[in-house]
């Protein structure tokens, strides 16, 4: 895994949804849609909280969890869960163990997220589910970044093309990739760090100015993340 100031603070200011139990609709909808079979892994499952909502829906889950913080987060708040600490690069589990696997906020962390892929597949018999934040491409036109882009733990970021490429490698039968995390314009203010020569934060003219901007030159939805389903 790559080196990181990971901690419950930093989780917490980020929104990490597997910290504060508020998880997002979309990835929600993901497991609903696309999960297969009874036996799921979430590896890298910080505090736990996918596992915990699986887990009440009747899946036979394991969290897996290198930080030892996150790892006894989750024991404490969801006692009756699994969870095994271990790094992605590096599973203790068979081949082909579970039925699916889901991967959420993971991969743009690692050194080396083709050996870590790899593994997922590994131990993953039917499909596997990945979530990963999309390159900035639009709004760095305008000077501007989700919080997400501020998180100095991410080693990468990634198109639709570069998350393609990387799944390809394990040679996944069928692969779909779809955008996620859209936002509405009307957040705009709340939902982004402003860079301009006035300082870090614009004042309220200028941000509405750009956001004037944005809505006349941009699509009507941007999105902050990627979800690639694969099928093995």
Same mark, same amino acid.
């Given at each position: ?84 600490? $271990? ?5 203790? =589990?068979?081949? &082909?163990?579970?039925? +699916?696997?889901?991967? @959420?906020?993971? !991969?743009? *962390? ?20 990945? $979530? ?5 491409? =639009?709004?760095? &036109?305008?000077?501007? +970044?989700?919080?997400? @882009?501020?998180? !100095?733990? *991410? ?30 314009? &009307? ?46």
């Amino acid at each position: 895994m790559a080196c990181g100031a990971y901690s419950i603070e930093l989780a917490k200011k980020f929104g990490w949804a597997s910290i504060t139990a508020n998880l997002h609709p979309e990835r929600v909808a993901h497991l609903n849609k696309y999960l297969v079979g009874k036996k799921i892994l979430d590896a890298g499952c910080g505090g736990g909280a996918y596992v915990s909502f699986l887990a009440g829906k009747g899946f036979d889950v394991v969290g897996v969890e290198r930080e030892s913080a996150f790892l006894a987060y989750a024991r404490q708040n969801m006692p009756r869960e699994k969870f095994v600490q $271990a790094d992605v690069e590096r599973l203790p =589990f068979r081949d &082909r163990e579970f039925d +699916a696997t889901f991967c @959420y906020d993971v !991969l743009e *962390h690692v050194s080396d997220d083709q050996l870590v892929l790899r593994e997922l597949a590994r131990v993953t018999r039917k499909r596997l589910i990945l $979530a990963v934040p999309k390159e900035n491409d =639009f709004l760095a &036109r305008f000077g501007l +970044a989700f919080a997400t @882009y501020t998180d !100095l733990t *991410h080693v990468r970021y990634y198109t639709e093309a570069t998350l393609k490429d990387l799944v390809d490698r394990i040679g996944a039968r069928k692969l779909k990739i779809e955008p996620e995390l859209s936002i509405d314009f &009307r957040s705009l203010t709340q939902d982004v760090f402003i860079f301009n020569s006035f300082g870090r934060f614009g004042n309220k003219l200028f941000q509405r100015a750009l956001k004037i901007l944005l809505s006349l030159s941009s699509p009507k939805q941007i999105f902050s993340g990627l979800v690639a389903i694969a099928d093995l």
